[in-house]
């Protein structure tokens, strides 16, 4: 299969790398409106200047792809979904799906209509921790789950000036769309509501807010907390975060390296053994598997655009929550 890649900022030249190692992918084109990136991706990536578009309507007269892999911002992202449906084209667009959650969901209704796959690229939930706890918790180790935690600590989009420093809830919209789709990729079910609190600390570097405390209530009792520090300067998380989820049959946590079963009240044998994580491809080729599997199956994609809108309405309620201070059914978006 064939792509053209819109964007060639960082995050294109990343997946430009990825699809270099595959045999089963090939780059038709690319699209970049800014000079200095198009230089950039022909002197210092090899990227051949006459396949470089300045946009994806001119790259559609000239190549034949058979998706489009959109790395371009978020706001732009359902111009440049409608356009490949338009085209009849597959797409495997970055996160989020969309900074607007009714625009979101006209995109979605659009890829449906026009009977492509499209699939949002949410990496975190391929590696290895989150794969192997969905099938710890599957195969029962710790009965049923009532409560997860979570918690990120990292110092954050740390670049003046740029939009993550300077919007709104930015650390929510654009960095915790991987911890909530996390959780319902591991726990397995999607929260009814949730209810937000975000503030700022005085030596922190984002306008918009950049801690908070969050909690989702699921239909079956099972609450789940998560709680950051984006302009965090002390001690770090990984970027999965660090998670306990406690079951009547013990917790499962994790940290940055390891991963633990401990049940230690109400047993004949306390334990505490550690689990070790399955082996598991790298995100973006996992993401590319899952990706070209989908299309060669005539099925839904994992993280599908359809399914991720699960994933947004986490981050739209919880900062719904926490513009009006109440807490929030998620129908309700």
């Known amino acids: 299969m064939d792509c053209i890649i819109t964007g060639l900022g960082g995050r294109g030249l990343h997946w430009i790398r990825q699809i270099r190692q595959r045999k089963d992918c090939g780059i038709a084109g690319c699209v970049e409106p800014l000079e200095a990136n198009r230089r950039r991706a022909v002197e210092q990536h090899d990227v051949p200047a006459e396949t470089i578009f300045s946009t994806l309507e001119e790259a559609l007269e000239r190549v034949k792809p058979d998706f489009v892999l959109d790395v371009t911002p978020p706001a732009v992202h359902h111009e440049i979904a409608e356009q490949a449906f338009a085209a009849g084209l597959h797409v495997l667009g970055e996160k989020p799906l969309s900074d607007d959650f009714g625009r979101a969901r006209e995109v979605v209704e659009s890829g449906r209509r026009a009977g492509v796959k499209h699939m949002i690229t949410q990496n975190y939930r391929f590696t290895s921790f989150p794969r192997t706890t969905r099938q710890r918790l599957a195969e029962g180790l710790i009965g049923k789950p ?29 960095m915790m769309v991987h911890h909530f789709d996390l959780l319902r990729y591991v726990l397995g ?8 609190i975000t503030w700022n600390h005085p030596w922190g570097w984002h306008q918009g807010d950049a801690a908070h405390a969050i909690v989702f209530h699921y239909a079956d009792g099972l609450v789940a ?5 984006g302009c965090a300067v002390g001690s770090q998380t990984s970027w999965n975060g660090d998670w306990r989820i406690e ?14 079963h401990t049940h230690l009240h109400r047993t004949p044998e306390k334990s505490r053994r550690e689990i070790f994580p399955l082996a598991v491809p790298a995100p973006e080729q996992a993401i590319l598997d899952e ?8 099925r839904q994609p994992e993280c599908s655009a359809e399914d991720n809108l699960q994933s947004l309405a986490m981050v739209f309620g919880a900062i719904r929550s926490a513009k009006e201070g109440r807490r929030v059914e998620l129908s309700e978006l």
Request: charged share 20%; hydrophobic share 40%; aromatic share 14%.
């Open 146 to 174: 009532g409560q997860c935690d979570v918690r990120f600590y990292m110092p954050w989009a740390d670049a003046p000036g740029s939009h993550y420093v300077t919007q709104p809830f930015m650390l929510i919209n654009d």
């Open 189 to 196: 079910q999607d929260p009814a509501s949730v209810q937000a």
């Open 225 to 229: 907390t998560h709680v950051s520090v």
């Open 247 to 260: 079951g009547p049959e013990g917790s499962i946590d994790w940290d940055k390296t390891s991963m633990w």
């Open 291 to 298: 990706f070209f599997a989908a299309v060669r199956e005539d």
